[in-house]
C-alpha cells in the first residue's frame, strides 16, 4: 500500500478515536477514568484491550466508521466495559470460548443499559431472548455467573461459535498472549498477536472442564494480572462513585450497572489462602531440604568418597491444620445441595497438597436453632466416607448460638486442645453470640442482591459466590 495512503488512513482512524472518546465524556462523565487508563495504540486487525492499552487497526477503524458510525462507539464502550469488569484478568488455562462469550454477553447487557442520547441498534431477536432469560435466572448478571450458567448447558462447540457470533463486538486474543509476559512486554513486539475477524478465540481455546473455579480466581492470576486488576478495581469504585452521582441527578440508569460495579469493587477472596489462616506449626515426617547443607555433603563425597557428611533433617516444622470446625446451617432457608458442594469445595481445598497433619480433630456440625449432628473427621477416608454418604439434620429456624455453645463446651471437656477456628457456612439470617469466642470465627454467605450481611467486629465476613459451590 502506498505510503501516503497508510499515513492517511492511521491519521483518519487517529482522529475517528478521538471524536469517540470525546463523545463518551460528554454523554457518560462517570467513565471518564475508566477511558483514560488505556492509551488507543494500533496493533491487530480489529478492536481490543489489554488493561494496559486499546489495540486497533486503523484499516478496520475507518472500514467501520464508513459503513456505521455508531458501531465504532458500541465497539469502544463494549471494550471499555470488558476492562472496567475486569474481564481480561484471568487464568491462561480458562475455557477461552466460553469465558469470551459470557463477557461479550455481560458486556453487551451493561452496554445497553448507558444512557446514551442514540440508543444502540437492538440485538437479533434470539440474542434478546437469550439476554431475557439470563435476566431472569441471575439475579446478578456478571461474566463469572454467565460463564457458569453456559457451562451448565453443557453446549456443543457448533452451538457455543453460534453463541459467540451474537454477541462478539471485539478482539479478546490480546488477553491471552502466547509465551510471553501476560500482558506483552517481550521487548521485541509492539503489539499483542491479535488474529483477524471479529475476536473469535476459537484458535486459542484451551479447555478445562475439570477446573471448578471461577476464571478470575486470584490463584489462577499472575502477580503482573493481580496488579492491573487492583488497578481496575480501584477505576470501577471511582466509576460507581461518579455512577451514583450521575443517577441521582440524572435518575435514568438502571440499578443493574450500579450492582453489576458493586460485584467488581467487592473485596474478593482466594478460599483457599482463606483457609489456610487456621493453619499452625508442627513437625511433619518430611525430609527438609531448608536445613540442607550442600558444603559439608559434597566435602564428604570429594573427600571420602561417596561418604556424605551430613544428611537432612527427616522432620520438618510446616503450617498445617490439625482442629477446625466447620458449622453448617441447616435451617429451612438453606439449600442442601450447596451444603454438600460448600463441604466438597472446602475439603478439596483442605486435602489438596499438605494443608492438613496425618491426624486431624474436625468437626462437622450441622445446626438449625440447635445443635443437630456432631461428625468428628480424624483422617481423610473417614470425611471421604462422610461425604459420600451426607445426611442433613434440621430445617428449622437459625441461631448461631448453640454451635459457639456447643463448641465452648467441647473445649472445656479437652476434646480440642489447640482450636484455631470455626468457619459457619449461612445464608446469614439468625442470632449471633453477643461474646467473642476464643478461637478465630468466620461466617461464609452466599452473594445475593445486596451482600448486606451484619456480622459481630470480631467475626470475619466472607461472601461467596453460588457457582463456586455447586454440587
Partial sequence: MDELLIQKINAAAEEILTMTRNSIFLELRFLENAVCRMTALPGGRSLGCDGRNIWYDPEWIVRTFKSDPDNITACYLHTILHALFCHPFVGSEVDRITWGIACDIAAEMQLRQLPLRK?????????????????????????????????????????????????????????????????????GSDSPAMPGGKGNDTDTAAESDSDHRTPTDISLLTDVQVKLRD??????????????????????????????????????????????????????????????????YCYGLREYGDVALIEPLEYKDEKRIREFVIAVDTSGSVDGELIQGFLRKTWNILSSGSSFF??????????????????????????????????????????????????????????????????????????????QPVYRTAFAFLENDDNNYDVPVWAIKLILPKEEFDS
Fill in 119 to 187: 440508543p444502540l441498534p437492538p440485538l437479533s431477536e434470539e440474542a434478546e431472548k437469550i439476554t431475557g432469560k439470563i435476566s431472569e435466572e441471575l439475579h446478578l448478571q456478571t461474566a463469572e455467573k454467565i460463564f457458569a450458567h453456559i457451562r451448565r448447558q453443557k453446549l456443543s462447540p457448533p452451538e457455543l461459535l453460534r453463541l459467540s457470533a451474537m454477541f462478539t463486538r471485539d478482539d479478546h486474543t490480546c488477553w491471552y498472549p502466547p509465551d510471553k509476559d501476560i500482558y506483552g512486554d517481550d521487548p
Fill in 231 to 296: 488497578a481496575w478495581q480501584d477505576t470501577a469504585r471511582s466509576a460507581r462513585t461518579e455512577l451514583e452521582t450521575f443517577i441521582s441527578s440524572r435518575g435514568d440508569v438502571p440499578g443493574s450497572l450500579v450492582k453489576a460495579l458493586e460485584a467488581v469493587t467487592r473485596e474478593q477472596y482466594d478460599y483457599a489462602d482463606f483457609l489456610r489462616k487456621f493453619s499452625v506449626y508442627g513437625e511433619v515426617m518430611r525430609i527438609d531440604t531448608d536445613s540442607f547443607d550442600y558444603s559439608f
Fill in 358 to 435: 496425618s491426624r486431624v480433630n474436625v468437626h462437622i456440625i450441622q445446626c438449625d436453632s440447635k445443635v443437630q449432628q456432631d461428625t468428628v473427621i480424624t483422617s481423610t477416608e473417614e470425611l471421604d466416607a462422610m461425604l459420600e454418604n451426607l445426611e442433613l439434620h434440621g430445617f428449622g429456624g437459625t441461631d448461631f448460638r448453640p454451635v459457639f455453645e456447643y463448641v465452648d463446651t467441647l473445649i472445656e471437656q479437652g476434646t480440642f486442645t489447640d482450636l484455631r477456628g470455626l468457619i459457619y457456612f449461612t445464608d446469614g439470617w439468625g442470632n449471633f453470640p453477643e461474646k
